[in-house]
């Protein structure tokens, strides 16, 4: 069955500390995959995406996220956090005409 | 100024009631979504929209309902059916289906 597994339910880091997110994908073949940020009470903003091609895909507010095919990851990082970045971040994959599944999600924490 | 707006932002249903939760897109997406959140659980597709006329289930499609008549607009109706209404509700469009999906602020559902 087409999934995406994100093992950790929260992470703390402290302010300007490097961040790592991860994202297991379980799919038959290579999925699109994709990483949104949420806010608390807001809807999903996307921040990358991979299709094919380069496996390191940069998107905005300075995130990162390699695609990994030996180890069906797409974790999502950032040398730097700042406060700002706080929120529940989700990882979803899908493969051409199918839906998007998304991970449960990981809420991360900033503290200064 | 592009973009998918949702109201109400909260809505109040009341037992055996059914509400109907807006979704309107600017952007000329053929595809629509309507998503459920719940903590702890991601995103869970209840009902989509390839284009004007057409839609089709998701994975918890029961005890709601969809209309898509117009390609802007992609109404999702709560019914009393739905025993356990109380989530956030998030619509996305795409470009067409399979493609990066782009999400409205959401609607929180509550019951009395």
């Known amino acids: 069955a087409q999934s995406v597994t994100q093992p950790d339910i929260h992470i703390t880091v402290s302010e300007g500390a490097s961040l790592e997110l991860r994202c297991n994908y379980s799919?038959?073949?290579?999925?699109?995959l994709f990483w949104y940020v949420q806010s608390p009470g807001q809807g999903l903003q996307l921040l990358l995406k991979y299709f094919s091609g380069d496996t390191l895909v940069q998107g905005i507010k300075g995130f990162e996220a390699e695609f990994k095919r030996s180890q069906s990851s797409f974790n999502l990082r950032k040398p730097s956090v700042h406060w700002s970045d706080a929120a529940e971040y989700f990882c979803a994959g899908e493969t051409g005409a199918n839906n998007l599944f998304f991970g449960t999600g990981t809420r991360l924490t900033v503290i200064p | 100024d592009g973009g998918i707006t949702q109201s109400p932002k909260y809505l109040f249903r009341k037992e055996g009631q059914n509400v109907t939760l807006s979704c309107e897109q600017n952007?000329?997406?053929?595809?629509m979504y309507w998503y459920r959140q719940d903590p702890g659980q991601g995103l869970r597709l209840i009902y989509y929209?390839?284009?004007?006329?057409?839609?089709q289930k998701g994975d918890i499609a029961e005890g709601y309902s969809v209309s898509r008549e117009k390609k802007e607009s992609f109404p999702l109706t709560v019914t009393s059916a739905q025993k356990n209404p109380t989530a956030f509700y998030l619509c996305a469009s795409s470009i067409w289906h399979g493609e990066t999906q782009y999400f409205g602020p959401g609607t929180r559902l509550l019951v009395l």
């Open positions: 799919y038959g073949a290579t999925p699109y």
């Open positions: 952007l000329n997406h053929d595809a």
């Open positions: 929209s390839q284009i004007v006329n057409d839609f």
